[in-house]
Structure formats: structure tokens, C-alpha cells
């Protein structure tokens, strides 16, 4: 029989990766040496069931898995809409649960209710310029920035931001709330195209075992 070839997956770092891998146990995918805090290693190996796994930035994912280098991706649909990367999206895994809103102060409403040409600060400047050209079609000035964004409202850079909502602890910290919410969002299995038609059994197995998982536990 032929040998079977390494299934990869890229696991966006962080939280959402330490989430996914409790899942993968409970389907029978285990990775030991991944779960060692202390290692440098980038990719590990399970010989026996033809795996291989490495830890990538979230926004790097969804390229990975659209260059085939990685056969299968766990990254939030946020990354997945900014990124908008050729890649099938499969799965919701159902954790790492927030919303996509637009924030500010509360005096800021009414600047969003009258369509006024205002600055809006993101980390997603994809998912903000659809939200404003193509759903509400409001011309905005849109800010990129990488990190802090409640920042923005509060020392004058921008009247909104567009930004992740998960507690709402950040906004209520800092005098912001949600003004009106773009999409929700959580964690999603991707994969690529090609590997979704030459390992389409494999790859389905993996599908259906975890969404038995995930509806067992609902
Ligand atoms: C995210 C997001 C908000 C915060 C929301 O930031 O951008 O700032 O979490 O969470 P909350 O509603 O529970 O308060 P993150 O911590 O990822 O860091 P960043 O500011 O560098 O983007």
C-alpha cells in the first residue's frame, strides 16, 4: 500500500492553539511535544498518525494554508475576512467567541446615524472599508493601527474604531461602548484547496470527528 504523506497544520499561536489542541485529544490527535512551554522547536511530528503541526502568527495562517504549505489552518474569522486568502473555511469550532463592533464614545452615535465622513482606527482595514463602503455605504477615513486600538478615540486620532469585542472590559475601562456590531466571530478550521480534493478522505474524517466532538459538548 502506499505511504501515506504528512497531513500539516498551522495553528495560529496563543490561546486559541492551546484550545484547539484540548479539542485534538479528545479525537484521538495528540501532540506531546507541542504542549512543552519551554521548547523552541517551530514544527512538531506525530510519526504514527502522519501529522505535522507548527505554531504561526494569526494573520500568517490563512497563507500558509491558501500556499498548500499547510493542509489544514485553525484561525479566527476575523484573520479569515481580513486576510481574504483563497481557502475553504469548514469548520466553527465554537470557542474563542467575540464580536467584530464598531466603538467610541457614546457622542459619537450620532456622527455614525448621519453618515458623516469620520476616522475610523482598525487593526482591520479590510473588514472596516466593507462595513462602511459595501454594507452601509458611508465614505470613511480609515486609520490603520496595530494594537491598543481603544487608544485611538481617546487621545483624538480617530471618532470610532472597529475593533474585537470580547468581555467588553477594555471599552467599559476606558469610557468607549459598542456602537453597532459588524459580524460575530470565532474559531474556524480552514483548508486548502487542493489538499481538500487529493486528501479528501482524511481531511473529512477530521471534519466530522471534531463537529461530533463539538456537538457532544454543546
Ligand atoms: C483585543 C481587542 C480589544 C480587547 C477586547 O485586544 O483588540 O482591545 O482584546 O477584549 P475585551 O472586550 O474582553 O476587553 P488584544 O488583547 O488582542 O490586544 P491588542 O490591543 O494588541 O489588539
Redesign the pocket.
Known amino acids: 500500500m502506499e505511504e501515506k504523506r504528512y497531513l500539516t497544520f498551522a495553528l495560529g499561536k496563543g490561546r486559541l492553539a492551546k484550545k484547539t489542541l484540548q479539542l485534538f485529544e479528545k479525537i484521538g490527535i495528540t501532540c506531546e511535544e507541542i504542549n512543552d512551554p519551554a521548547t523552541r522547536k517551530l514544527i512538531f511530528v506525530n510519526e504514527e498518525l502522519k501529522l505535522k503541526f507548527f505554531l504561526a502568527k494569526g494573520p500568517d495562517v490563512p497563507t500558509y494554508v491558501e500556499y498548500g504549505a499547510a493542509d489544514i489552518g485553525v484561525v479566527g474569522k476575523d484573520t479569515i475576512l481580513e486576510e481574504g486568502r483563497n481557502i475553504y473555511e469548514v469548520l466553527d469550532l465554537g470557542f474563542g467567541k467575540c464580536r467584530m463592533c464598531i466603538c467610541g464614545p457614546e457622542s459619537a452615535r450620532e456622527l455614525l446615524q448621519h453618515h458623516e465622513q469620520i476616522r475610523v482606527a482598525t487593526?482591520y482595514p479590510h473588514i472596516a472599508k466593507d462595513y462602511f463602503y459595501n454594507k452601509k455605504h458611508q465614505t470613511v477615513e480609515l486609520i490603520k493601527l496595530n494594537?491598543?486600538?481603544?487608544l485611538a478615540p481617546i487621545v483624538g486620532l480617530s471618532e470610532v474604531i472597529c475593533?474585537?469585542?470580547?468581555?467588553?472590559?477594555?471599552?467599559k475601562e476606558n469610557g468607549l461602548t459598542v456602537l453597532e456590531e459588524v459580524c460575530p466571530l470565532s474559531a474556524r478550521v480552514v483548508v486548502n484547496q487542493v489538499s481538500m480534493k487529493m486528501e479528501n478522505e482524511r481531511i473529512t474524517k477530521l471534519i466530522t470527528d471534531l463537529k461530533r466532538v463539538i456537538e457532544s459538548e454543546r
Open positions: 487593526k494594537g491598543s486600538i481603544e475593533d474585537i469585542v470580547e468581555t467588553g472590559t477594555t471599552l
